[in-house]
C-alpha cells in the first residue's frame, strides 16, 4: 500500500513514523519547508516512553514527485486545507481514498444530509474548493485518540494514546477501509472499523468544543478548566446545545455532559491542542472545532447561546493576539 501524509506535524509524524517503520509500507509524506528539510535529513523521528523511534523518509513539497497514491492522509490545520486541496490531485488515482485525521468537524461532514442540500459548509469551505478537489466517495473518516507534539519541525514526541477510529464518510462497512486498518494496527495502533463515522467524529467534538477554546483564551490546564465550577457549567451548558444538534444530525449523544466531564478529569493536567497552538502563536482551529458547529445550529434552528459566546469571545481573543483572520 502507497501511503503519502500530507502535513507532517505532530499527528502526521506519529502516523508516518509508525507506518514507516512497519516495513510493509511505502509512506512518503508532502511536506516544505523547515518540516522538508527536517525530514530529508534525519528521516521520521518520535520520540516515546520506550525510546526514540527513527527511521529514512522519502519527502517532496511536490505531489507530482510523489504520484499516485493508495491513501493519502491529511494532518494539517483545517484552516489550511482549502488552498492545499487543490494541489493534491497528483496523488490521487481512480481508486485512491482520502483520509484526513485532523481535529473538530470536517468540510465533508454534512454531505447527503436532507436538510443542507450538499452545500458546501460556509466557515469550512465557502467556494467548495476542498468539495471539488477530494470527491466525497473517496473519504475516509478518522477520529485519532492519540496525543503528541511537536518542538521543532520534523521532530515528534508522543505524549498518551494509540486510538484511532476509521470509516468511510458516506457511512457503512468497507473492505478497502478495513485494509488501511488493518496496515494501521500492524503499524501499532489501537484501530476500530466504525460504520457511523460520522458519530464518532460528533462525539470527540462535544468534549472538545469547551475544552479546547477555553484553554486557550485562559491559559488553564484541563484539570483547572473541570475544577471551576461555574466554567464547568458553562462548558455542560454548551455541550447541550451541541447534543441537541448531533440528534438532528443523525448522531445522537447518549451520555450527559457531567459522565463525558468525569472521563476528561480522568486525564489530569493536560494541555489541549489549541492552548499548545496559541502558546506558540500558531493560528488556532476555531472554525472547524466551535464556528462549525454555530453554523450548523444555525442552519438547523437550534438555539445556541452559549456557544454563540465561546465563538464570540474566543474569536475575539485570536484576533487580538494574531491568531485568527481580522474580519474583512
Known sequence: MKICIVGAGAIGGMLGTRLALHGTTQVSALARGDTLQALRSHGWRMGTAQGLLQCAATASDSAADLGVQDLVIITVKGQALAALAPQLAPLLGPNTLVMPA?????????????????????????????????????VVGCVVHA??????????????????????????????????????AQAGFDV??????????????????????ISAMTGASADLILGDPLVRSFCADAMLEASAIGTLLGCPIDQSPEDRQQITAKLGAFKTSMLQDAEA????????????????????????????????????????????????
Open 102 to 138: 485532523m481535529n473538530g468537524v470536517p468540510w465533508w461532514f454534512c454531505q447527503h444530509l436532507p436538510a443542507f442540500a450538499d452545500a458546501p459548509l460556509q466557515s469550512l469551505d465557502p467556494d467548495n474548493t476542498i468539495g471539488q478537489a477530494i470527491a466525497l466517495e473517496r
Open 147 to 184: 496525543s503528541a507534539a511537536t518542538s521543532e519541525p520534523g521532530w515528534v514526541q508522543h505524549r498518551m494514546g494509540q486510538g484511532l477510529i476509521v470509516g468511510l464518510a458516506t457511512g457503512g462497512q468497507d473492505p478497502r477501509v478495513q485494509a488501511i486498518a488493518d496496515v494501521l
Open 281 to 328: 502563536g500558531r493560528s488556532l482551529e476555531l472554525d472547524a472545532i466551535v464556528t462549525a458547529v454555530q453554523e450548523i445550529g444555525t442552519r438547523l434552528a437550534v438555539p445556541t447561546p452559549n456557544i454563540n459566546a465561546l465563538l464570540g469571545l474566543t474569536r475575539l481573543f485570536a484576533r487580538v493576539h494574531g491568531l485568527y483572520p481580522k474580519e474583512s
Open 192 to 213: 476500530t472499523h466504525s460504520g457511523h463515522i460520522r458519530q464518532d467524529i460528533w462525539y470527540k467534538l462535544w468534549g472538545n468544543l469547551t475544552m479546547n477554546p
